[in-house]
Nanobody, 115 residues
């Protein structure tokens, strides 16, 4: 059973930074991709950033140049460095992993950016 636990969310002002972490545990052979989604109140869940096992990274246009996704395989950890935060980045952020065609989710961490 794969478990994902996010941390690092909080309340910040516009222009500040946060670093989200996702700690993974359990059987994680053949991880195809991992990344971060977010969901703002009243909106659909949105893919923010992802990284494939090859190292290829993708970002939603609205965060390009501000957010950086990275991973530490030795620590079974995934990170999202978020710089120059904007109020529109306010959402619950979820990490996920795709393993052998199945998607696993964390419980989410709240990020609130005040103007």
């Amino acid at each position: 059973q794969v478990q994902l636990v996010e941390s690092g969310g909080g309340l910040v002002q516009a222009g500040e930074s946060l670093r989200l972490s996702c700690a993974a545990s359990g059987s994680r052979f053949s991880v195809n991709a991992m990344g971060w989604y977010r969901q703002a109140p009243g909106k659909q869940r949105e893919l923010v950033a992802m990284i494939y096992s090859s190292g290829l990274r993708n970002y939603v246009n609205s965060v390009k140049g501000r957010f950086t996704i990275s991973r530490d395989n030795a620590k079974n950890a995934l990170y999202l460095q978020m710089n120059s935060l904007k109020p529109e980045d306010t959402a619950v952020y979820y990490c996920y992993e795709d393993i052998l065609g199945r998607t696993y989710w964390g419980q989410g961490t709240q990020v609130t950016v005040s103007s």
